[in-house]
């Protein structure tokens, strides 16, 4: 669905080709129950399917991944054109990349100086498995910090909204600024 072609935001005036609410429509807030969220464990779950369009489970709606919430620590937002994989990534890279790097640096040294005073043998596995490293925390810290109850609550519209409803569908739609709103 094109908002862009659908609704004007900005103007007073709604065009007669426009079928969708005006701008004030917009700024409505939602019902309670419509504001749901995900932790970021379950956005970035699965290797990011939830962020692939060509995945089979793509597009159903699992309420069972949402809780009702009033506030967003995050809210992503996204378009439909750019790779799923590039946006993986890219949240992964936002989310994590800090957490990697000190866990690489603290672990690469540890190995450095147990190998410096002759503790553990030097070989070129402890450089590769230092790179190991980086990649699992880079791809796993997120369910790390949720096992440690540190959940930070996200919106991900196909998450967030209800797919299996198109009624509830617009509404939420129509209602992004209700989301926005309560976003950190």
Not at 54 to 82: A, E, N, V
Request: hydrophobic share 45%; proline share 3%.
């Amino acid at each position: 669905m094109a908002l862009a072609s659908a609704v004007f935001i900005g103007s007073s005036e709604r065009s007669q080709a426009s079928e969708g609410p005006s701008s004030s429509e917009m700024l409505e807030d939602l019902p309670e129950e419509l504001l749901r969220s995900v932790t970021l464990a379950v956005a970035l779950g699965g290797f990011g399917k939830e962020w692939r369009q060509s995945d089979p489970s793509f597009g159903k709606w699992r309420p069972h991944l949402t809780k009702q919430t009033q506030r967003f620590d995050y809210f992503l937002s996204h378009d439909w054109g750019t790779s799923g994989w590039m946006k993986y990534f890219s949240l992964l890279i936002f989310f994590n990349s800090r957490a990697s790097a000190l866990v690489t640096l603290l672990f690469s040294s540890l190995l450095g100086v147990l190998s410096g005073m002759e503790l553990l043998p030097k070989t070129v596995w402890w450089l590769i498995l230092g790179q190991v490293v980086a990649l699992l925390v880079l791809l796993f810290w997120q369910h790390l910090r949720h096992l440690c109850k540190m959940r930070e609550r996200v919106f991900v519209d196909s998450l967030c909204i209800p797919q299996h409803d198109e009624t509830l569908k617009s509404q939420c739609i129509y209602g992004l600024a209700s989301f926005l709103k309560r976003s950190e």
